[in-house]
């Protein structure tokens, strides 16, 4: 399916999101069953959504017990919402039946005090409730966020608790059809966007006005729910890469990079980093070490295919001590670096030296995961490039397609800084 627009028609038939919510639901109760659970208690805001089909509002994200899910056996999932909200959700989701949602039970990482351990009980006895109403009463509950609030309480109910990450991690692996299309878009409005860098760049203006303007551009597109970050880094921040934006001026002759890290589109997250030299052409050395990293960049993605591991992907990339002569592996954490894509930006699999050469995971069709690989000199300048792919039984699709073959030049005014060294 070609990428066909971002908005539903009568017409054309674009994402079946109906199809994508059963989709992720029975996935997520399969691997439930797989893993000998009776039940799982989902905390994350992406686990929610996955199970759920519902949007945690930005003020809610990141706090985990003021909205939850459970899903119980072959039942539909119960939606625990924060407060009075479920009357909006009972109104907006006719997906979950009426009798499934349910007001939330929080205590807000312990910021209740000592009401915490009353809040604690009150929720506890109410996912218990609901194992009894589905039968699944004693069974295993698996659980993907746990904390010192809950595990007392859930020792004197007598509660057998499991890991649920592990499960909801493996069932958001495999994309379907419909999320595949979703990615899609949201690589489509990253090469928008980085065109749209490209167009606005230019000396004099600062790190924080690129990313302002790039946020204003990204929430004018419909179906934009967040933009978590915009990574501008110019000059000497971009080496080591301190993966942020600050005040900086942009001089001319400088190497910027820019990453859209987390765009939310319909839940669905981007990363995508492209390199521009601002007001005159790179240098020679520029150039090659850029060719250093896009080689290291599309060897791995070569080695990507149905079958195959991580630890063939992550043994493309040199060592940290033979890149850039550090002691350990940990010291160079997403200099070359692999993850997973979906509604969450961490989703499997993720590759990296550090583990994925003794703990590799196989790839499978329905992956969805970007790449990403930098090089450069120290507080001078560097480089950083990054592609997002979708993977097929006899294919890898790449789903970034700003041109990514050499460092992009914004010059203004033909040959203006040709002075600058």
């Known amino acids: 399916m070609a990428n066909a627009g971002i908005v539903g028609l009568d017409w054309q038939q674009r994402i079946n999101w109906d199809r994508l919510r059963k989709y992720r639901l029975e996935r997520a109760r399969e691997r439930m069953k797989a893993h000998g659970l009776g039940a799982m208690l989902l905390m994350y805001d992406e686990n929610v959504r996955y199970v759920t089909g519902t949007l945690t509002p930005g003020w809610n994200r990141l706090k985990p017990g003021l909205r939850y899910a459970l899903l119980c056996g ?235 591991t991580t630890r063939e992907i992550a043994s493309k990339w040199p060592s940290a001590q033979e890149a850039w002569g550090y002691a350990e592996e940990d010291q160079a954490a997403a200099n070359l670096w692999g993850h997973g894509l979906g509604l969450a930006q961490y989703d499997q699999p993720v590759i990296s030296r550090i583990w994925s050469l003794d703990h590799p995971i196989e790839i499978k069709p329905g992956m969805v995961f970007a790449l990403e690989t930098q090089h450069g000199k120290k507080f001078r300048w560097g480089v950083r490039i990054e592609e997002m792919l979708i993977v097929h039984e006899d294919r890898t699709e790449i789903i970034s397609n700003f041109p990514v073959k050499q460092i992009t030049v914004v010059d203004p005014i033909p040959g203006y800084g040709d002075h600058v060294r």
């Not at 194992?131 to 010192?148: E, N, P, S, T």
């Not at 809950?150 to 990450?165: C, P, V």
């Not at 990313?211 to 004018?220: D, K």
Request: glycine share 8%.
């Open 74 to 308: 072959d039942g539909a999932p119960v939606l625990f919402e924060q407060g009075d909200i479920g009357m909006q959700i009972e109104r907006h989701v006719p997906w979950i039946p009426r009798e499934n949602i349910r007001w939330s039970y929080a205590w807000i990482k312990g910021a209740a005090g000592a009401a915490s351990t009353q809040q604690v009980t009150k929720f506890t006895n109410a996912i218990l409730d609901e194992m009894r109403r589905h039968g699944v009463a004693g069974q295993k509950l698996g659980v993907d966020f746990i904390d010192i609030n809950m595990l007392r309480i859930f020792q004197e109910k007598n509660i057998t608790w499991a890991d649920g990450m592990t499960p909801m991690m493996e069932a958001r692996a495999i994309k379907n059809e419909d999320e595949q299309e979703a990615l899609r878009v949201v690589g489509a409005i990253g090469d928008a966007t980085h065109w749209e860098c490209m167009k606005f760049l230019r000396p004099g203006i600062t790190e924080n006005q690129v990313t302002a303007h790039l946020m204003e551009f990204l929430y004018a597109i419909p179906g934009m729910e967040d933009v978590e970050d915009v990574i501008v880094s110019s000059g000497p921040n971009t080496w080591p890469n301190w993966r942020n934006f600050s005040d900086r001026i942009i001089l001319p002759g400088d190497i910027v990079f820019m990453d859209l890290a987390a765009l939310t589109w319909n839940g669905y997250k981007s990363c995508y980093y492209r390199t521009y030299c601002v007001g005159k052409e790179p240098t020679q050395e520029q150039k090659d070490v850029y060719a250093t990293a896009l080689e290291w960049l599309y060897d791995s993605i070569e080695a990507v295919r149905v079958g195959t």
